[in-house]
């Protein structure tokens, strides 16, 4: 009985509930036509409303994004092989945990925390993609708190990060500091990826 009242209970928190579909009454065909272009063009104001040098933002941090995920994936791959189909959160923690097995199994000089030190800047610029991916809405990057980033950075190459920061606005500052540490993090991979076969 207890194992049915289970087995109930979780088959239940796995079923989806959807509202109910509710559908609207035909219009004459002038009024379709009308409601038809509301619906195409609702939303794309953003879209239109985004200028040449937001776009170019936004294309910048993107590759900057997916170089990231993609130079994670080269190191990460044996460790983990399902890496590739992790989200960008969870390849930071594989990320993590793989520092952590380096540490304790690693027969070369490691500087564990010289690596932990990337995990903070990493989840920032995280919270930054995921705030530009699932919001049609945001294409500034400066509304993103990007201290770590920033510090990671003046940390490691003080002469690279004085390079963006004096720019012209806070988007440009933030795509310099993501672009500046994407390229730290780079050489940074390929160094432990020296270390392995």
């Not at 979780?10 to 009454?25: A, T």
């Not at 003080?158 to 390079?163: A, H, K, M, N």
Request: glycine share 4%; aromatic share 10%.
């Amino acid at each position: 009985m207890l194992l049915s009242f289970l087995k109930n209970l979780f088959s239940k928190r796995k079923e989806k509930k959807y509202e109910d579909i509710v559908y609207s009454l035909p219009g004459t065909p002038e009024e379709n036509t009308e409601k038809l272009k509301l619906l195409v063009v609702e939303g794309n104001e953003w879209g239109r409303s985004r200028t040449r040098e937001t776009a170019e933002t936004l294309g910048h941090l993107f590759s900057c994004f997916l170089l990231i995920e993609h130079k994670l994936e080269l190191l990460l791959i044996n460790f983990y092989p399902s890496i590739s189909s992790c989200m960008f959160g969870q390849k930071i923690q594989v990320y993590k945990d793989f520092i952590s097995e380096l540490e304790k199994t690693c027969p070369y000089e490691f500087d564990a925390k010289y690596y932990r030190n990337t995990i903070a800047p990493l989840k920032q610029i995280k919270t930054l993609r995921d705030t530009l991916a699932h919001n049609i809405k945001v294409v500034d990057p400066s509304g993103v708190d990007l201290r770590q980033v920033h510090s990671y950075v003046k940390k490691m190459d003080p002469i690279l990060s004085s390079s963006y920061a004096q720019a012209e606005s806070e988007s440009l500052r933030a795509v310099g500091g993501v672009a500046t540490f994407t390229f730290l993090l780079s050489v940074d991979l390929g160094k432990l990826r020296m270390y392995l076969k």
